[in-house]
């Protein structure tokens, strides 16, 4: 159910991202996203009392996470104004791929044949959701691809974080750094446009559906192990491919789920690995 919220915030996101970029350019989005993300983490951590694990600890590290996710982020809610909805949900599901090939340069992690085998296969599934031509590859298609290395990088960041830091002490810091990369981002040039009053709603649900996203998502990971979780998230493309045809009139290549059931297919099997590997070590301890 905690990952069927997930799925649910996620698109919902989404849809907002969607509807609010004819207004809106990116850095506005991520601005006002930020400001709704810092008014629902302050307003939850004080009522139950955990600001006070706020840390001002890995301070570098924090910045570092934050960058990789407003550039993610960034990138992502460009995508979704130029692209499909469902080859945006696609390529964002190499993100852990990418994260594989990255984890021993930020966590010291040993790169193992199974992690190689994976990372080819999940490359072949981008390249069957790509179908990279000089008439297809755009800027909407390397934007999404590029959210997907932002975000690989903001999970490893955020795995050595965990190992000392608290979700709300994360939070905090995520919330704040993006508003004020959000300001930058927004008010280089001088100018930022303000919502009008349809777009407040939207707003606010990427706001929200942000923060509730993965707040589901980390709960469902702490109840159950990667391999129940991973395949109801994957749930996350039908749905907005069904989405996008109603609301939006798109329609979607059965190549796109061909590769995308390639990316998949390529993280699972190394989540499972990854599991018979721990439970083994677990036993002989």
Not at 43 to 61: E, M, P, Q, S, Y
Not at 189 to 198: N, R, V
Request: positive net charge.
């Amino acid at each position: 159910m905690w990952m069927v919220g997930a799925v649910l915030a996620f698109s919902l996101m989404a849809v907002g991202g969607r509807n609010v970029s004819g207004e809106l350019d990116t850095f506005e989005i991520m601005l006002y996203r930020s400001f709704v993300g810092v008014a629902i983490v302050f307003a939850v951590a004080f009522t139950k009392g955990t600001l006070r694990d706020v840390r001002f600890h890995h301070r570098r590290l924090h910045v570092m996470r934050n960058l990789l996710h407003f550039t993610g982020q960034n990138l992502w809610f460009l995508a979704i104004g130029l692209i499909p909805l469902a080859q945006v949900f696609a390529l964002e599901f190499t993100s852990p791929l990418w994260a594989l090939l990255l984890a021993p340069l930020v966590l010291g992690e040993r790169l193992t044949k199974v992690r190689v085998l994976a990372a080819l296969v999940g490359f072949i599934g981008i390249l069957i959701v790509a179908r990279p031509t000089p008439d297809t590859v755009g800027i909407g298609i390397m934007a999404a691809a590029a959210a997907a290395i932002g975000f690989a990088g903001t999970a490893l960041c955020t795995r050595r974080l965990t190992r000392t830091e608290s979700l709300t002490s994360i939070l905090v810091w995520m919330t704040v750094l993006q508003v004020i990369f959000g300001v930058i981002g927004a008010g280089y040039d001088g100018e930022i446009a303000l919502p009008s009053a349809a777009m407040w709603p939207w707003i606010f649900a990427i706001g929200a559906g942000g923060i509730t996203a993965h707040f589901c998502l980390t709960t469902a990971l702490s109840i159950a192990p990667a391999a129940v979780v991973m395949p109801v998230d994957f749930a996350r493309l039908p749905l907005i491919a069904v989405i996008a045809m109603v609301a939006y009139g798109e329609t979607v290549d059965i190549w796109v789920f061909v590769g995308a059931a390639l990316i998949f297919s390529a993280n699972y099997v190394n989540i499972l690995t990854e599991t018979r590997k721990n439970r083994q070590i677990r036993q002989r301890m």
